[in-house]
Nanobody, 127 residues
């Protein structure tokens, strides 16, 4: 089963930037659609961004468009989330996941993920 380890979170002031990383345990990673989700305190886990297996297409939640970029390096079995101009509402735990249902040019639900959630990485944006 594909294991995913997220890293790169931290405390940042509003307007700052962070780059999150998600390292996969297997080379099969390169065949999978991957996505980032986040869970804010007291809220349900929500979709942030997804990327095709090849890296040729991305899709973003409306709330993050223009400020977040998802990309991947299949040689390194890693998917990234570059976050710029961060706002306090971006605070939460960020998780990467494999999407089981293939690529669709729309938001992904948590039900589309493999369910093998990792520990996530905490992002805290102070105002």
């Amino acid at each position: 089963q594909l294991q995913l380890v997220e890293s790169g979170g931290g405390l940042v002031q509003a307007g700052g930037s962070l780059r999150l990383s998600c390292a996969a345990s297997e080379r099969s990673f390169s065949a999978y659609v991957m996505a980032w989700f986040r869970q804010a305190p007291g809220k349900e886990r929500e979709f942030v961004a997804a990327i095709r297996a090849s890296g040729s297409s991305e899709y973003y939640a409306d709330a993050v468009k223009g400020r977040i970029t998802i990309y991947r390096d299949n040689d390194k079995n890693t998917v990234y989330l570059q976050m710029n101009s961060l706002k306090p509402e971006a605070t939460g735990v960020y998780y990467c996941e494999r999407i089981m249902t293939g690529w669709y040019n729309r938001e992904q639900s948590t039900a589309s993920a493999s369910g093998n959630w990792g520990q996530g990485t905490q992002v805290t944006v102070s105002s």
